[in-house]
């Protein structure tokens, strides 16, 4: 039997847009292998009047209560920032519904409010998509490692950064970097979340919670990619080694101790493969030992897949 599951949906940007061609593509198998046939009840955004692919402009508002009102089963937050984020969010988890989010912002700032208002409701929050796009690494975590205990977690989590690393590797200088990262769209106009590496730590953040919940956090280690020149690529490469910002936790004399830097890494070593937007996580676990996980850690699709993925997790234990 197929049951009916009603989304509604905050945002219809990159991924919110992403979303809806997924699930246009996809909704016919999922229904015929999962049994739940995904419908998107009511979309909101702030600029009313723009045309949005695939969606019935009958379901598009500007006023979340719309949304509410449009009674979803599953709430899906596409909107980022905070504020309006989380007021959003804290609406859907007390009307009892079930929220799947990629906003890692909003996480990093009030994860733990967040989680314990949805138990407080007994509904779930899938955050798959807050980090590393379409790498399941969220997922990967909280369950295939659920029997293990991780020792430490190193990664690049911002794929501007290493955009930008990737083409001072080839000769361009920092500013040039930036300023294609941002045409293709990389990169916002105003960058510093990601090149100060904010972001980079928000991600950190939210993967550390899950692999080493409880543990009290330490002094946290911050710096960005402005300072790095083309002279220091080049000698770097002369030598054999790249340049890399690196996220990395571990635990130290029973402390959590964060810290998202720039590191000389050698040519042999997994993070030094990483090129161009590509995101990588590499995650030492006692019992299973060293696992690598490699993708496109943004962009409409694989980011839209993780939200789906969410989703269908959800709607299939409802
Ligand atoms: N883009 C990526 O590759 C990526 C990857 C991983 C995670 N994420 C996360 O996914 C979330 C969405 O990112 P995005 O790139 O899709 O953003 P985006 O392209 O800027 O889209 C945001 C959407 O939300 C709507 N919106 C924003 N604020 C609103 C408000 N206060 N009230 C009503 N509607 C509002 C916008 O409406 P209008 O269209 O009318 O402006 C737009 O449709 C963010 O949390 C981001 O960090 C993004």
Do not use: W
Not at 141 to 170: F, K, P
Not at 238 to 251: D, K, M, P
């Amino acid at each position: 039997m197929t049951r009916n599951v009603r989304i509604g949906l905050l945002g219809c940007g990159n991924v919110g847009g992403g979303l809806v061609t997924l699930l246009g593509e996809r909704r016919e198998q999922i229904r015929e292998r999962h049994g739940i046939d995904l419908e998107i009840s009511s979309v909101l955004v702030r600029n009313g009047e723009k045309k949005r692919r695939g969606v019935d402009p009958e379901i598009i508002t500007t006023r979340a209560a719309d949304v509410f009102a449009s009674d979803p089963d599953i709430v899906v937050e596409l909107i980022g920032g905070v504020e309006d984020a989380a007021r959003f969010v804290g609406a859907a988890i007390d009307s009892r519904r079930s929220v799947v989010t990629a906003n890692k912002a909003l996480l990093a700032a009030q994860g733990s409010e967040v989680f314990a208002r949805a138990k407080r409701h007994g509904v779930r929050v899938g955050f798959e998509a807050s980090v590393c796009g379409g790498v399941p690494v969220i997922r990967t975590l909280r369950v295939g490692l659920a029997g293990d205990c991780v020792e430490s977690l190193t990664g690049i989590l911002n794929g501007t950064c290493n955009y930008i690393l990737t083409l001072m590797e080839e000769g361009q200088s920092f500013e040039d970097a930036l300023a294609k990262a941002q045409e293709l769209g990389f990169a916002e106009a105003e960058p510093s979340l990601d090149v100060d590496g904010h972001d980079a730590l928000q991600k950190l953040t939210i993967l550390s919670a899950i692999a080493f919940g409880g543990v009290p956090a330490g002094e946290v280690q911050l710096s960005g990619i402005r300072g790095v020149t083309l002279r220091d690529v080049r000698r770097a490469l002369r030598e054999g080694r790249v340049i890399r910002h690196v996220a990395s936790s571990r635990i130290d004399d029973g402390v959590l101790r964060l810290s998202v830097r720039l590191e000389l890494l050698a040519a042999g070593d997994p993070l030094a493969a990483v090129r161009y937007e590509n995101n990588a996580l590499v995650v030492r676990a006692r019992a299973a030992g060293e696992l690598t996980f490699l993708g496109r850690g943004a962009g409409a699709l694989p980011t839209a897949s993780a939200v789906l993925a969410d989703i269908i997790d959800i709607a299939q234990a409802a």
